[in-house]
Structure formats: C-alpha cells, structure tokens
C-alpha cells in the first residue's frame, strides 16, 4: 500500500473509528458505574445533530481557529500515516493545540477564558514529553523517518522504554481524562460548565468533537510505532492502553493545575530524560553496556 493512500484512509476512516472509540469509552465508562450507557454509535447521532443545528457565534473568528484546529488535526494524521517526518508531525500536532485556545480566547466568557487559560498548562505540561519522542526515536535509529521506524528489525520499545511509559504518563492529559482533565472534561455529567468549550454549540462544538476523534487515532498510533515490528501486539497495546485510560479517569478525582504541572515535568525528567541519557552514554560508551 503506498504511503499515499495510507494517508488517505487516515483521512477517511479516522473520523468512523474515532467515533467508535468514543461510542466504547462511553460504554465501558457506563459498566464501571453500574449503568447500561449509550449505544455504541451515540457520538455518531450526537455530533450529526450539532451538524443540524443554527449557528451561533459571538465573533465570526472563532469558526476560523476551529477549522484551524480540524484542518492541522488532519494533516497531523495524514502526515503520520503516509509516513513522514515524525518530528515535523509533532510541530503540526502542537499547533493544533494553538488553534483550540485562541478560539476560546475569542470570547468574552469567564468560563471560556479560564478553560482556553487551564488547556494553556496543559500544553506546558505534556508538550515537552511530546518532543521528546521524536528525540528519542531519532537517537535509537538515527532518522526521523516514520517509515526508517516501521521498517527496524526491533521494537522502539527496548530502546526507548522511558520514553514510552513517560508518554502514557501524559496521554491520560492529551485524551481528556481524569484526573488531567483541566480544561475541559471527556465526558458531560463530570462538571457543570464543560471549561474551553462551554461557549461553542452547533457546527463549532461539532468540528471540534471530531477534531478530537482524529486526534485520538494519531495517539493511538504513537503507540503502535513503539511495537511496529510486532503488529498484532502493537495493536492489543495500543486498545489496552485506551481501555486502562478509561479505567483511570473512572478511579481518580481531577487533581489541581499544579500536582498537574510539577508530575508531568518530573515524569519527562525522570522518564524521558533518563532514557535519553542512557541512550547517549550507550552510543558514546558501548564498552560500559556490552555485557
């Protein structure tokens, strides 16, 4: 299959299996509180009403910074798919985090700007273990090629074991779930006035549903880079790691933006940093590791 067209059934099917795996997070969500929970195609019928819906806006630019947010969401994934440049991937990805805030920043909203204000230090929180995969993978194999990564003899994960746990320590922020869930919570019934998004309805709040669908995948296939030689195990990892998310932000009341803060950058200390430094001492000083 060429990289062009894995591109493509990125942009194509991203959407269809981020609303199911949306539609199994509220499910599975629903058993762990003893409650039946939606049918599985919900966000499908959720999102699609928002469609129909008038649009309501307090200032034409927010639609521009939520098309922003969907079309550098989309890119995001298109480019990781088709197997490009992993660290231009990861700028394109933290711009669409940009988009979001600067859209609810357009409003006037107390509730608004303290969510666009929260989604701010969660970006200072996970963004430095992000840019840190794309260090990492270029220190284990030498390139920056998502291709040169699914074609290594081994997985990344023997190498970059740190890095990886350090990523999951920040993925529980970047899927909105408890207890990182600052700005804005996954799930309706947690809070009251649902943070960044409380001021977008319709076609906006639509957009930004599914900019979050397409956002997912590509996290979820992070993932699968770290086992790429072993498909069928990358893939278990990855729908275990989802589900183990959705049973932490069920088990855990949301923390304060500080605990936030100061845990994720211990952990990228400790975690991502760690690996990288062994990494380095292991490619300077083979003699001290060849056991």
């Known amino acids: 299959m060429s990289v062009l067209l894995q591109g493509l059934l990125y942009i194509v099917l991203a959407p269809i299996l981020g609303g199911l795996l949306s539609g199994f997070d509220r499910i599975l969500t629903a058993r762990i509180q003893s409650r039946v929970g939606p049918p599985i195609l919900q966000p499908f019928y959720d999102v699609g009403k928002l469609f129909s819906k008038e649009q309501l806006l307090v200032l034409k630019s927010q639609s521009i910074f939520v098309i922003g947010l969907l079309i550098s969401m989309i890119i995001t ?49 996970y963004e430095p273990m992000i840019l840190l995969i794309p260090v990492g993978v270029y220190m284990a194999i030498g390139s920056f090629s998502i291709q040169d990564i699914l074609n290594s003899p081994d997985p990344l994960f023997f190498q970059l074991p740190g890095i990886f746990f350090g990523y999951l320590y920040v993925l529980t922020i970047k899927l909105r779930k408890g207890p990182f869930d600052l700005s804005a919570s996954h799930h309706a019934h947690q809070e009251l006035v649902k943070g960044i998004t409380t001021e977008f309805s319709g076609p906006n709040l639509a957009l930004i549903e599914l900019a979050h669908w397409y956002e997912n995948i590509l996290l979820l296939g992070i993932i699968y880079i770290f086992f790429a030689p072993w498909p069928v195990v990358a893939v278990l990892v990855a729908i275990g790691t989802y589900a183990l998310e959705i049973f932490v932000d069920n088990s855990f009341s949301r923390v304060k933006w500080d605990l936030l803060l100061k845990s994720s950058w211990w952990m990228t200390l400790i975690l991502g940093g760690g690996n990288i430094v062994y990494l380095y001492l292991v490619k300077q000083f083979p003699a001290l590791f060849s056991f």
């Open 77 to 125: 994934g298109a480019l990781f798919f088709a197997q490009q440049d992993f660290l231009i991937v990861m700028f394109v990805f933290s711009l669409s985090g940009v988009f979001l805030v600067l859209a609810a920043y357009q409003i006037g909203s107390p509730y608004s700007f303290v969510g666009a204000e929260r989604e701010l230090i969660q970006m200072l929180a």
